[in-house]
């Protein structure tokens, strides 16, 4: 007996030619005035407390993001916008994943620091969660894309030379005059002498 295969089902949030096939955007703030308006309270409950609260959460919505952080946010997406402009493509939200990607290979040829690249990202994850849309930055496909990019572009952070003793000593030399701490009585320039002071014998 031939069973017949069942075609697979499409998840909500599959990707089709780069773009999201939502089949319900979740929405990027909580809206108390509709959720009160549908389930009523006990009728001895303190409606206007409840009404407080609800005003209470949309202050630390708005107050999620900073003023300049918020102002960073637009001019990364308007660069995007700009760039999209010059090709003719559809800047979204959504955003399909190929256009992030080639804008991003366009920050590398502009020699755009990590940073700012970075920056610009940001602008678009942002902007898909406004929308209640998952971002492109997050499909596993950019993120290796964006993991080469830091390997061949990426500016080795130079780390700093520790403070040797003798360094340490003319540090503390420079304190105010006075009694001098522990510290530089017991140190010398013979090397051998160093460890009475982790055992308290000077």
Same mark, same amino acid.
């Given at each position: 007996?031939?069973?017949? =295969? #069942?075609?697979?089902? %499409?998840?909500?949030?599959?990707?089709?030619?780069?773009?999201?096939?939502?089949?319900? *955007?979740?929405?990027?703030?909580?809206? #108390?005035? %509709?959720?009160?308006? $549908?389930?009523?309270? *006990?009728?001895?409950?303190? +409606?206007?407390?409840?009404?407080?609260?609800?005003?209470?959460?949309?202050?630390?919505?708005?107050?999620?993001?900073? !003023?300049?952080?918020?102002?960073?946010?637009?001019?990364?997406?308007? *660069?995007?916008?700009?760039?999209?402009? %010059?090709?003719?493509? /559809?800047?979204?939200?959504? $955003? @399909?994943?190929?256009?992030?990607?080639?804008?991003?290979?366009?920050?590398?040829?502009?020699?755009?620091?990590?940073?700012?690249?970075?920056?610009?990202?940001? *602008?678009?994850? /942002?902007?898909?969660?406004?929308?209640? #849309?998952?971002?492109?930055?997050?499909?596993? =496909?950019?993120? =290796?894309?964006?993991?080469?990019?830091? =390997?061949?572009?990426?500016?080795?952070?130079?780390?700093?030379? !520790? +403070?040797?003793?003798?360094?340490?000593?003319?540090?503390?030399?420079?304190? @105010?005059?006075? %009694?001098?701490?522990?510290?530089?009585?017991?140190?010398?320039?013979?090397?051998? $002498?160093?460890?009475?002071?982790?055992?308290?014998?000077?």
């Amino acid at each position: 007996m031939s069973v017949e =295969r #069942l075609p697979a089902v %499409r998840q909500p949030t599959d990707v089709l030619h780069g773009e999201l096939v939502n089949a319900a *955007a979740t929405p990027s703030r909580i809206d #108390l005035t %509709r959720w009160l308006a $549908t389930h009523q309270p *006990a009728a001895v409950a303190d +409606v206007g407390l409840l009404h407080d609260l609800a005003a209470d959460v949309a202050r630390f919505a708005e107050a999620s993001r900073a !003023a300049g952080t918020i102002r960073k946010y637009d001019v990364g997406w308007d *660069a995007l916008l700009d760039w999209c402009a %010059r090709f003719g493509f /559809d800047p979204g939200p959504p $955003t @399909p994943i190929e256009v992030v990607a080639l804008y991003l290979a366009q920050m590398v040829r502009d020699d755009l620091a990590i940073s700012t690249q970075d920056g610009r990202l940001a *602008a678009i994850r /942002d902007r898909h969660l406004a929308a209640g #849309l998952l971002p492109p930055t997050d499909d596993p =496909r950019f993120r =290796r894309i964006r993991d080469g990019v830091r =390997r061949l572009h990426g500016r080795p952070v130079e780390g700093k030379a !520790a +403070v040797t003793l003798p360094l340490l000593a003319a540090m503390l030399a420079t304190r @105010p005059t006075g %009694r001098r701490p522990a510290l530089m009585r017991c140190w010398s320039s013979d090397a051998t $002498t160093w460890p009475r002071y982790a055992t308290g014998a000077c």
